[in-house]
């Protein structure tokens, strides 16, 4: 990308992200959700969000429909414009964990390299891939929001999983099946691996 600002400068404060995750006592963190439309991403997020919130945790959840109501509303779903939208997301999303905020993202994020891009802008050790696994044919049965209805009717072209590419993760650090467990199911196993890892206690 071609940085189209001139003659900028980073100014460093005086409060490092150390400094804020020792006051809010946990690890500033982005745990990556991707996977097909009607996968689970946000309803698993969401139940995550909740469970670390109620156990006195800082979090926030960004989800694709969400910021596109706002921050990406300019951008449609060409390639190009998918590769920009996670981009976006992804400096915002390091934001929230330089705050020492533990932050879910819920896109699809088809392409590896840009979830590969997210990644190296943080630290080792804080972006959690999530890859939520569920059979194109059983989010297909699920279609909550009637997309894939759309996307073979022809109505929606270029729909991930359909007419257009996923790219599913290589070495995630997590896999949840979706279509063998349930929502709790699924949000345990990702706070256990968090423990596991001690990104939270």
Request: net charge negative; glycine share 8%.
């Amino acid at each position: 990308m071609i940085t189209k600002s001139k003659n900028i400068t980073w100014h460093d404060g005086e409060v490092s992200k150390e400094d804020r995750e020792t006051q809010l006592k946990q690890k500033g963190v982005i745990l990556w959700f991707t996977g097909l439309s009607g996968s689970g991403k946000s309803t698993v997020a969401v139940a995550v969000e909740k469970q670390l919130h109620d156990s006195g945790h800082h979090v926030y959840r960004l989800d694709g429909d969400n910021i596109r109501h706002g921050l990406n509303e300019d951008l449609g779903f060409s390639a190009e414009d998918r590769t920009e939208n996670i981009r976006r997301i992804g400096e915002v999303a390091k934001l929230f964990a330089d705050a020492g905020t533990i932050v879910m993202a819920s896109f699809i994020s088809p392409f590896r390299n840009d979830r590969n891009a997210v990644r190296e802008l943080v630290g080792e050790g804080e972006f959690v891939e999530v890859f939520v696994d569920c059979p194109v044919e059983v989010c297909e049965e699920r279609d909550p929001k009637g997309l894939y209805k759309k996307a073979r009717s022809g109505e929606i072209p270029k729909f991930t999983g359909i007419s257009d590419p996923y790219e599913a993760p290589e070495h995630p650090e997590l896999i949840v099946r979706t279509s063998e467990k349930t929502v709790e199911e699924a949000a345990q196993q990702i706070i256990d691996y968090m423990k596991e890892k001690n990104l939270v206690s």
